[in-house]
């Protein structure tokens, strides 16, 4: 086994060397990341470990015990409970046991010192962030990380994690400003076809399809979406719109919004709106969710609930997708009939047109073309390719979902 590998002091943070992995027959790791407190250089770890560690989502043991990042996190959470929405705590909780369990890894390899919050140094906070960013973590997963653990280290009063910050520069990733894609026409109308082609009676499958439905007519973001209220939507008999009464930033700077639901997909909406009525009325129940996740009082779809029926779309329709391609389809598809960016921009429940336009979405040649000539005396560019204009709804017959005042 070679000896001389040595830990380097970097000044940045970028990704360099071998990608640390774990597996039965190698026990060691070389990782060039820096020195450790008191200039020390730690060897990585060449003796057999007790547990074996993977760092797939999918098998990973070892979590981290008392003092751990894990039992802080969740103690942060706990002392937070007010300021944070349900599916938000939730997602912390799970983030922070992740990070326990991959700060635990890193420890047994002999690249960070500790594994207390309160104890880290911002060499181990360097290393670990960057063990991270040498998995091919996104930028916006690291940004994420860099918070959530920002948040728990100030919370048990060490600032670690600033100096990390601005001692080693390059931690922070780099600002994306590129488009991701949207779903295409065609994936779009896949996915109504296959929606509108299931059993009313098949409540499962209702609801499943119903989560990408309802994100691509409202535009909503998966937390937004899940702790949505049935009393949150709204008709006035041709004009539907949505209530967004957990924003993003909910508490600081988001504030409730009113967005547009897409007239192509109310049938569909309408459909699931009288399941779920049907559903909660068999069992009893008293729930105000639209997407309800159980029987008790209020209760709501958890993260990983939709994510696991969501599957069930993709495996129908042939294609994978997110929410949040979901949302960015919404905008875009709204640009496509001529709607402006700012009314875009506000509907989604952006600060300004900048963030649709660099992140979301923007007006293709097309599109700018149709809507020029049209304003000067062409044809009308709702006439083919994008259905039903917004503000128009399709005629209901009797069978529509009736709002009522309560419970529906």
């Known amino acids: 086994m070679e000896r001389n590998n040595r830990y380097v002091v970097r000044a940045d943070a970028e990704p360099v060397g071998m990608i640390p992995t774990w597996n039965q027959q190698q026990t060691t790791v070389q990782m060039p990341y820096v020195q450790l407190k008191g ?129 080693y520069p390059g931690l922070r990733p780099t600002k994306r400003t590129d488009r991701l894609p949207s779903l295409t026409d065609e994936q779009v109308a896949r996915i109504l076809e296959l929606a509108e082609s299931q059993d009313d009676s098949d409540w499962h499958a209702m609801k499943a399809y119903a989560i990408p439905v309802w994100a691509l007519a409202t535009g909503m973001r998966s937390k937004e979406l899940l702790l949505c209220d049935i009393d949150h939507v709204n008709t006035n008999g041709q004009v539907w719109t949505a209530m967004v009464m957990h924003p993003k930033g909910e508490g600081t700077y988001g504030k409730p919004r009113s967005t547009v639901i897409d007239p192509q997909m109310v049938p569909f909406i309408v459909r699931y709106l009288n399941a779920r009525q049907r559903y909660v009325s068999d069992r009893g129940m008293t729930v105000r969710a639209l997407f309800p996740g159980g029987a008790s009082e209020g209760g709501y779809m958890q993260g990983n609930t939709a994510r696991n029926l969501k599957k069930k779309v993709e495996a129908d329709v042939g294609f ?87 419970l529906r």
Do not use: W
């Open 39 to 167: 200039g020390k250089v730690r060897r990585p770890v060449e003796a057999e470990v007790e547990n074996e560690f993977s760092t797939s989502s999918t098998n990973r043991r070892g979590a981290g015990g008392r003092g751990s990042i894990a039992r802080y996190g969740v103690e942060y959470v706990r002392v937070m409970d007010r300021h944070y929405a349900p599916l938000t705590k939730e997602a912390l909780v799970r983030r922070y046991k992740r990070m326990g369990r991959d700060a635990e890894f890193l420890y047994k390899q002999g690249i960070i010192d500790n594994l207390s919050p309160k104890s880290m140094t911002k060499e181990d906070v360097h290393n670990y962030l960057t063990y991270r960013m040498n998995l091919g973590v996104s930028n916006s997963e690291m940004d994420h990380e860099i918070a959530a653990m920002k948040s728990l280290f100030e919370f048990c009063e060490n600032g670690a994690v600033k100096a990390a910050l601005t001692h």
């Open 320 to 406: 994978d997708f997110d929410l949040r391609i979901c949302r960015r389809t919404f905008g875009q598809r709204l640009l496509n009939r001529s709607v402006s960016i700012e009314q875009v921009s506000k509907i989604m429940g952006h600060k300004n047109t900048v963030t649709t336009e660099n992140c979301y979405c923007s007006m293709g040649n097309a599109s700018a073309v149709n809507q020029v000539a049209y304003m000067l005396g062409g044809n009308n560019p709702f006439a083919s390719g994008f259905g039903t204009p917004f503000g128009q709804v399709p005629p209901m017959d009797d069978s529509g979902y009736e709002f009522r005042n309560g």
